[in-house]
């Protein structure tokens, strides 16, 4: 969660007082790490269209214990759930409207264009997950989402599919890659689960697109992902390139030859880190952390 910091603050305005408070432990819920993602930012985003110049704004995440809890919506909470609050000041919501605040066809004067859209997108996918969402808020008082995620027993942890860890997301971050691959499927599958992941991500077709993409930094991207055996410019020799322009960032690469012949002319003489194609979502973004995090 505290990977996504810099990109939520990116979300509100300069003149917001937007505040963090992470008091979870390591507790583990049985939900996708990217999906999480996507229901934070639609909250946080929702939150900072109507929050007023120099009001507030609070993401905080916790772990409760809760015994016959009644929501707004009538849910009932009993046991352990990881909460996720995101509360506003400003002018809020009626009761009405408060109580129609996930319905996907909602338009109302204090919800902006698209917000109906996010907040059903983040109704639907919490809980299909087993969690509850509430929402109260007050005419003049601002206005509080809270998501309720309950927390996977001991026992069941290991065996939990998908899982993450609140406290700590290793597959997450924030930094800056430039992938390079000149399968146009292979490369918007690649960046599209990158960007799942929260990362900034640049594109290239060829060796020679990732120079003029690079030559356009004003510092280097944090890592080349890039393919081993490309048509213009090998992975050697693109690298070999950014290493003469003095912009040779931290490099990953995939391939999916297993000739080694064929390696060994494309391949850069010195030995990167390396991924073998096909891999699956969760093993490049366990992969990418792990470079990046060397």
Do not use: W
Request: with cysteine; net charge negative.
């Amino acid at each position: 969660m505290r990977s996504l910091s810099d990109t939520l603050r990116h979300l509100v305005p300069e003149d917001v007082d937007f505040r963090l408070s992470i008091r979870a432990s390591e507790a583990t819920v049985s939900f996708d790490g990217a999906q999480l993602q996507v229901v934070v930012m639609n909250l946080v985003a929702c939150a900072a269209e109507r929050v007023r110049s120099h009001g507030r704004l609070l993401l905080a995440v916790s772990e409760d214990t809760f015994d016959d809890v009644k929501l707004a919506g009538d849910q009932v909470l009993s046991g352990r759930y990881v909460t996720i609050l995101v509360a506003k000041t400003g002018e809020g919501l009626d009761e009405a409207e408060a109580k129609r605040a996930f319905e996907p066809r909602l338009t109302g004067r204090n919800l902006p264009r698209g917000t109906d859209l996010r907040l059903a997108s983040v109704y639907g996918v919490v809980t299909q997950s087993g969690g509850f969402v509430d929402v109260a808020s007050e005419r003049g008082r601002g206005t509080m989402f809270r998501v309720f995620l309950p927390v996977v027993a001991q026992e069941k942890r290991e065996a939990a599919s998908p899982h993450i860890r609140i406290h700590h997301d290793a597959k997450t971050g924030s930094e800056v890659i430039l992938v390079v691959e000149d399968d146009r499927a292979v490369r918007r599958t690649v960046c599209e689960a990158l960007e799942r992941f929260g990362y900034t991500v640049y594109e290239a077709a060829d060796g020679a697109e990732a120079l003029h993409i690079t030559a356009m930094f004003n510092t280097s991207p944090d890592l080349l992902l890039t393919d081993l055996v490309m048509p213009e410019l090998t992975g050697r020799e693109l690298i070999e390139g950014l290493r003469n322009e003095g912009r040779l960032p931290k490099v990953l690469m995939m391939s999916g030859y297993t000739d080694d012949e064929v390696l060994r002319r494309a391949g850069p003489a010195e030995s990167y880190p390396f991924l073998k194609k096909p891999f699956t979502v969760h093993e490049l973004a366990t992969k990418v952390r792990e470079v990046l995090d060397s």
